[in-house]
């Protein structure tokens, strides 16, 4: 809860109602995949479908907007939920990998990446099911946040 203070603190009080979507499990990749974002060039994530169910948070809903900060906590930008699908991870194709962003924008740069990033965060199976979510960037926050010094 204090983080999600923070987080909030220098945005526009109609701003401050929203959901937070943190990237990434490195300072590195976070700030990777939010500037990914902001460029407009990832428009999809997934999750671990365990991790949701877990209580960690709650499944993203269509419709729903997160503002997205980089690792240090500062907003960059919001987002909009545009669709949400529960799939394996053997399951995920070429088009939604794409929609990811990341790297060369293969299917097996993101089977590769994603595989290890599940390895560190809890463990990978094939068969792992997975959140899959597609978004649209709604707003860019670089002009309404403080800077961080």
């Not at 203070?5 to 939010?34: K, M, T, W, Y």
């Not at 060369?104 to 959140?131: C, I």
């Not at 649209?136 to 946040?145: M, P, R, Y």
Request: aromatic share 10%; hydrophobic share 35%; glycine share 8%.
């Amino acid at each position: 809860m204090l983080k999600r203070f923070f987080i909030i603190a220098s945005l526009p009080q109609h701003l401050r109602r929203l959901e937070i979507s943190e990237f990434g499990d490195s300072e590195a990749l976070c700030n990777e995949l939010v500037g990914l974002i902001v460029a407009g060039k990832k428009t999809a994530t997934c999750g671990a479908l365990a991790d949701y169910e877990s209580g960690a948070e709650p499944l993203p809903q269509v419709g729903q907007r997160y503002i997205v900060p980089n690792w240090d906590g500062v907003p960059q930008c919001i987002i909009e939920t545009t669709s949400v699908e529960v799939k394996r991870f053997d399951e995920v194709d070429e088009v939604f990998a794409r929609a990811e962003g990341e790297g060369d924008l293969s299917y097996q740069n993101w089977h590769d990446g994603h595989k290890d990033y599940f390895t560190r965060n809890g463990g990978f199976a094939p068969e792992m099911k997975l959140v899959c979510e597609r978004f649209k960037l709604i707003d860019v926050l670089a002009d309404q946040t403080t800077t961080k010094e």
